[in-house]
């Protein structure tokens, strides 16, 4: 362990987004365990448009919420964790109390596939990659530039969504592309792995099983939709790509279709004498309809808010009825062919914003397994809270509903770290 770092620690996790800035402080020690506790104190930021929403709250209940106009979001998210030393939720007698920070990176490419100490090195080997991924690895490169400058003398861990996933068989990475296009990096990576990682471990804990014996479907549903084949504790599946764009139907992401779609939007209209195929601004607008204006919200034209989806198929809207429909048949899709991957299931395992709070989709995604052994106990299904079991008692697949920790599993890859000698 670095001198002067002790236990029990402060450890501080960023998870910097395009949009939005979480942060949460947890205290870890030997003692901890294995079993998520609440952080000290948790901070959120969002942005739309001019305005900013500042959520703050700590372990006692004291709370900060703040709406303005929206500022440098730099200067912002530093006014923001100054709230853990001052103020009515402070839990700090003052910045020195933190001893390490973690960052949710979302993209470490091929040689980042481990957490690791932040390092000039390895801050360019994420911008070397910043281009698949352009927003989420900028807005994790300025949290920990902004750590820097806040608390310039503690180590900073950066733990890569895409780590998890390099276990996945050549098979299951290698586009069938042309090779070349592989040696150049184009590969299946696949994204959400911290918290598919977590999930996987956290069912093993539930069900009193060894890991190792498992086979396991995690199916992360939330704006962002992706399922993880685990086995033995090791992905060996997924459904994100080269870019969290491909895969399942997701908020505002359209997932998998055909890329002659593109070709053709691209070509544009023939009886346009202007049209450019090579014209970057449509390049540009396609790319947009097909991560913000698609999905959900593309397809029902109300929202891409699954209980906003679900409130508007209520009252007979037909395009948030089909929404829905598409939504669950591309999961049940995507379940299929994950346990085609493993050749049998144990647990199916529902997590994040759509898996932990829509009894309606998980019902839906588990109506067709039944030859797989999935049983659904609609009574447990409809009152489940996270982390529980909701199939029935003679499932032979296991179903459970766990809450997504991706903040405290970043805390606990540093606590490793720090407890192995490795800052």
């Not at 797989?372 to 697949?397: F, H, M, Y």
């Amino acid at each position: 362990m670095q001198p002067g770092l002790s236990f029990p620690m402060k450890i501080l996790v960023l998870n910097s987004g395009s949009s939005s800035q979480k942060s949460a402080l947890f205290e870890l020690g030997p003692d901890s365990g294995d079993d998520p506790v609440p952080p000290l104190w948790e901070g959120k930021l969002e942005w739309s448009g001019d305005k900013e929403d500042l959520h703050i709250r700590n372990r006692s209940g004291q709370e900060i919420r703040h709406q303005s106009k929206a500022g440098v979001h730099r200067a912002s998210v530093g006014t923001m964790l100054e709230n853990l030393w001052s103020g009515s939720t402070a839990v700090l007698k003052s910045a020195s109390g933190i001893a390490v920070a973690g960052h949710r990176i979302v993209h470490g490419g091929r040689k980042l596939t481990l957490s690791v100490r932040i390092t000039p090195e390895v801050k360019r080997e994420i911008e070397n990659v910043a281009a698949i991924a352009p927003l989420h690895n900028q807005a994790g490169l300025e949290g920990n530039e902004l750590i820097e400058k806040l608390l310039p003398n503690i180590p900073q861990i950066a733990v890569f969504d895409t780590g998890f996933h390099r276990t996945l068989p050549p098979e299951a990475f290698v586009y069938p592309l042309p090779y070349a296009w592989y040696e150049r990096g184009i590969r299946r990576y696949g994204f959400h792995g911290i918290n598919h990682e977590y999930c996987a471990h956290r069912t093993a804990q539930l069900l009193k099983r060894d890991l190792s014996s498992l086979k396991i479907i995690t199916c992360h549903l939330g704006n962002g939709c992706s399922l993880a084949a685990i086995e033995a504790g090791k992905s060996i599946d997924t459904t994100m790509g080269f870019t969290p764009l491909e895969g399942l139907m997701m908020g505002t992401r359209s997932g998998s279709v055909d890329p002659g779609i593109l070709i053709h939007i691209l070509r544009g209209d023939p009886r346009d004498p202007r049209r450019n195929p090579r014209d970057a601004a449509l390049i540009e607008n396609v790319d947009h309809m097909l991560n913000h204006e698609s999905g959900l919200l593309g397809i029902s034209g109300a929202s891409s808010d699954m209980r906003e989806v679900l409130d508007a198929m209520r009252v007979g809207n037909e395009r948030a009825q089909l929404a829905f429909d598409i939504f669950v048949y591309r999961l049940q899709a995507g379940i299929g062919a994950m346990a085609a991957s493993l050749g049998g299931l144990d647990a199916l395992v529902f997590t994040a914003g759509i898996g932990e709070n829509s009894p309606e989709v998980r019902k839906a995604a588990c109506s067709k397994f039944s030859f797989l052994g999935v049983q659904l106990d609609d009574a447990r299904n409809s009152s489940a809270k996270p982390d529980a079991e909701i199939s029935s008692t003679g499932s032979r697949v296991r179903v459970l509903v766990i809450r997504a920790q991706e903040d405290w599993a970043i805390a606990k890859e540093c606590e490793r770290l720090s407890d192995a000698a490795s800052l």
